[in-house]
Every structure is written in C-alpha cells, then in structure tokens.
C-alpha cells in the first residue's frame, strides 16, 4: 500500500524508503495546534519532506484567494511554474489530504499549515533556500512598492538570542493576522533572517 502511494506522489527512490519507513513506525501524522492566531497544522518530517518545494505551499495558499481557479495551466501561469509542477504537486497534495477536489474545485482540507521549529531537518533547510532565491530574485524583478526587503547589522548579547525568536515568531503571527484578512488576491511570502555575521573563535 505505501509503495502505490509513494508511486503515485511521484517520490525518488531516497524518499520512497524514507516515506515507506515512516510509515511502518506509524509516523505520518499531523498535530493540530492554535497559537492565538490563524489556526494551523504542524507537518511531521516526513510529510514536509514530500513537499519542501515551495510552489506546494504556494499552491495551498493560492487556493484561497479571490477569484481562483481550479485550472492547472492558470495555476502555472500564476506561480510561475510549468502545468507539469502543478500536476505532481496537486496529486501530491490530494493523496496527502491536505486538499481536496469536490465536482473539480479545490478546497483546503485544513486551514493552514506549518513546520516544527529550532529542529534540523534538510527538508527545511530546502525550502529556506528557495525562498531566499525568490527574494534575491525580487530585488530585480519586482517593484519596490510590491516588496519590502531590509535589514540591520547590530552587535548582540547572545544570551537573549532565544528572546529575540520568539518575538520573530509573534511578528510573524501579527503580519499574518493583518495581511490574511480582507480581500486576498495575492501570494507573499515573508522571510525573516538573524544570522551571525562573526566567526566564533575558540
């Protein structure tokens, strides 16, 4: 049974063991989590794994604006992706249950969507590499007035790191709360980055 699925998701042969071992430890589940904002399902791992690309998200979050269509061709000229990404990419989310087709429409089977947080996985570190592509990408191709990209070079106490991210993640919630309500047309996506900029020496 979950060598079908995994056929039919279209997953490499590294995925397909890792799916299907998954799957024997009973591990393909979601959790169900409110936060005080935008009610969303954490993936486990192994279903993130799945679908790291971003156009999978894109996808979920494209299904729920305004005058969207059930068409993979208007998808694909959307999101910029070829009719083939879209293809594999709804088949993947239809098995997954993570949408649904009722008389050719598609719906989400859930509000929303997250990933776990401060845990390594290569899945994530994908998808983060994608987006921060698709914001260098911007800086040439899409107008100021349409982005908002900037940042600051600061010397830190590291020791209130762990504060920091949770006020990151709150910011995070606050921007969603404002920019999910009321006439949604568009697709965002909102990158956050603190990195070190020194080099630790021992």
Same mark, same amino acid.
């Given at each position: 049974?979950?060598?079908?699925?995994?056929?039919?998701?279209?997953?490499?042969?590294?995925?397909?063991?890792?799916?299907?071992?998954?799957?024997?430890?009973?591990?393909?589940?979601?959790?169900?989590?409110?936060?005080?904002?935008?009610?969303?399902?954490?993936?486990?791992?192994?279903?993130?794994?799945?679908?790291?690309?971003?156009?999978?998200?894109?996808?979920?979050?494209?299904?729920?604006?305004?005058?969207?269509?059930?068409?993979?061709?208007?998808?694909?000229?959307?999101?910029?992706?070829?009719?083939?990404?879209?293809?594999?990419?709804?088949?993947?989310?239809? !098995? $997954?249950?993570? +949408?649904?087709?009722?008389?050719?429409?598609?719906? &989400? %089977? #859930?509000?929303?969507?997250?990933?776990? /947080?401060?845990?390594?996985?290569?899945?994530?570190?994908?998808?983060?590499?994608?987006?921060?592509?698709?914001?260098?990408?911007?800086?040439?191709?899409?107008?100021? !007035? $349409?982005?908002? +990209?900037?940042?600051?070079?600061?010397?830190?106490? &590291? %020791? #209130?790191?762990?504060?920091?991210?949770? /006020?990151?993640?709150?910011?995070?919630?606050?921007?969603?709360?404002?920019?999910?309500?009321?006439?949604?047309?568009?697709?965002?996506?909102?990158?956050?980055?603190?990195?070190?900029?020194?080099?630790?020496?021992?």
């Amino acid at each position: 049974m979950g060598e079908k699925i995994s056929h039919k998701l279209s997953l490499s042969p590294l995925q397909t063991a890792n799916f299907l071992k998954a799957i024997a430890e009973k591990n393909i589940k979601m959790i169900h989590v409110s936060k005080g904002y935008k009610k969303r399902t954490i993936l486990k791992e192994d279903i993130f794994n799945v679908i790291a690309d971003w156009h999978h998200f894109a996808i979920l979050s494209l299904i729920e604006t305004k005058n969207f269509r059930s068409d993979h061709k208007w998808m694909a000229m959307r999101l910029g992706i070829s009719v083939v990404e879209v293809n594999f990419a709804i088949q993947r989310l239809l !098995k $997954l249950k993570m +949408i649904t087709n009722k008389n050719g429409k598609y719906k &989400l %089977s #859930k509000e929303s969507f997250s990933t776990s /947080e401060d845990v390594e996985s290569r899945a994530l570190q994908k998808s983060h590499k994608q987006s921060l592509e698709q914001s260098i990408a911007s800086l040439e191709e899409v107008p100021v !007035k $349409l982005r908002d +990209i900037s940042s600051i070079t600061m010397a830190i106490d &590291l %020791s #209130k790191l762990k504060k920091a991210k949770k /006020e990151i993640r709150e910011f995070r919630k606050r921007i969603a709360n404002i920019m999910e309500s009321g006439n949604q047309t568009e697709v965002y996506n909102l990158n956050i980055q603190l990195i070190p900029i020194t080099k630790a020496i021992e």
